[in-house]
């Protein structure tokens, strides 16, 4: 993926929107994000699990499930865990300044978090920090026209150094669990996460890319998140302040 320099045409027009014009292709805007960090080894991580379903059938939460691969000496191999993932939760822990990890564990717009399963708690998180200018303040345009995706993002000051990741998921997957905790359930997990990437940082220009759709679509996953995040000093992930999620490839 090559980055290309979109026309201030584009710039202009594209601002403040998330819309497509594909029939095909849905282009939205979630009020928050949610990461999930989850185990099919893990007998409390089925309510959590559910839970990001709920979320994903609507559109103001993006949540997605990373799955870690720490309890896989229970019996059970994660089959969608990896060590990138643990190493992700890792990274978080050291940014939240805590001693250790855990799941179910949701991360509530790179800021904060709480036990996954906890509905109550996490949209309480999620509504005060919309509240206190610390949701999705930073717009991500995106617009699907023939057969390009073009994104762009503006210069501001909070936009300023960070990093735009694409993130691929699949919206659904149904397992057999055949040993450990969970052994002879059948679960679903939902925005699952199989791939992910840094595109580029916000500097002084902005961020403008464009990808042929040919190139998402041969990925084999049906659903992708524009993620905008910062890190902290020491490099670890931290507050993400944009996202825009796209879905129907």
């Known amino acids: ?21 594909s029939n095909a ?9 949610v990461e999930l960090f989850t185990s099919q080894g893990c007998y409390s991580c089925p309510p959590a699990d559910k839970l990001v379903g ?7 939460v993006l949540a997605l499930s990373w799955h870690v691969d ?10 969608f865990a ?17 001693r250790q990890v855990y799941t179910p564990q949701a991360v509530i ?8 399963s906890n509905k109550r708690e996490i949209n309480k998180l999620l509504k005060l920090m919309q509240e ?12 699907v026209s023939g057969e390009s995706m073009k994104i762009a993002v503006a210069n501001s000051e909070q936009a300023n150094d960070a990093t735009l990741y694409m993130v691929f998921f699949n919206k659904e997957h149904e397992v057999k669990i055949k040993r450990g905790e969970n052994g002879g359930k059948t679960l679903s997990y939902h925005n699952v996460v199989h791939s992910s990437q840094a595109l580029g940082m916000i500097k002084a220009s902005g961020f403008q890319t464009e990808f042929p759709m040919v190139e998402m679509k ?23 302040i944009g996202a825009t999620v796209i879905t129907g490839l």
Not at 4 to 20: N, P, Q, Y
Not at 109 to 116: D, E, L, P
Not at 132 to 143: A, C, F, K, L, Q
Not at 224 to 234: T, V
């Open 132 to 143: 206190s200018n610390r949701g999705m303040t930073v717009p991500i345009d995106v617009i």
């Open 109 to 116: 717009n790179g800021r904060t978090h709480a036990v996954g």
């Open 70 to 79: 720490y309890w896989d000496y229970l019996g059970w191999k994660d089959i």
């Open 54 to 60: 709920e979320y994903a059938k609507g559109k103001d």
């Open 1 to 21: 993926m090559r980055k290309l320099l979109l026309s201030a045409m584009f710039a202009a027009s594209t601002l403040g929107l998330g819309i497509t014009q």
């Open 218 to 240: 041969k990925r084999g996953f049906d659903g992708s998140a524009l993620i905008l995040q910062k890190n902290d000093s020491q490099g670890n992930p931290s507050a993400i």
């Open 82 to 98: 990896s060590p990138e993932n643990t190493q992700r939760q890792y990274s978080y822990a050291r940014a939240l300044r805590e």
């Open 25 to 33: 292709i849905e282009i939205n805007k979630p009020k928050g994000v």
